[in-house]
């Protein structure tokens, strides 16, 4: 049985940072983050699979950075130059599946993890983040 446990939420302004961490416990292959904004539907933030390929959604691009510690079967999100906009409870996922989608520009192609929350059987209770203006 999969166990995700998240923590490092709070409250930050506009610009700040923070970085959330997700203690798995249990086989995964594949983990994600999301977020839910109230009355708005859950949304992929960014994931990694087992071969350390990763996928943003283009929203966190260039700002947030997901990474894995197996040592310590530790999911973290670096989360910075945070917007109003980010506001949110954010939630760990993961599954032992393979899942992948893959985008074309400029001709080149790249294949990597699914951040579409059907993907995703397994979740957190969330932590809840915060950016002020």
Do not use: H
């Amino acid at each position: 049985q999969v166990q995700l446990v998240e923590s490092g939420g709070g409250s930050v302004q506009a610009g700040g940072s923070l970085r959330l961490s997700c203690a798995t416990y249990g086989y995964t292959y594949r983990l994600g983050w999301f977020r839910q904004a109230p009355g708005k539907e859950r949304e992929g933030v960014a994931a990694i699979d087992g071969d350390g390929k990763t996928r943003y959604a283009e929203f966190v691009k260039g700002r947030f950075t997901i990474s894995q510690d197996k040592a310590k079967n530790t999911l973290n999100l670096q989360m910075n130059s945070l917007k109003p906009e980010d506001t949110g409870l954010y939630y760990c996922a993961a599954d032992f599946r393979v899942r992948t989608t893959t985008t074309c520009s400029g001709g080149i192609c790249y294949t990597a993890p699914s951040v579409e929350p059907r993907d995703y059987n397994y979740w957190g209770q969330g932590t809840q983040v915060t950016v002020s203006s």
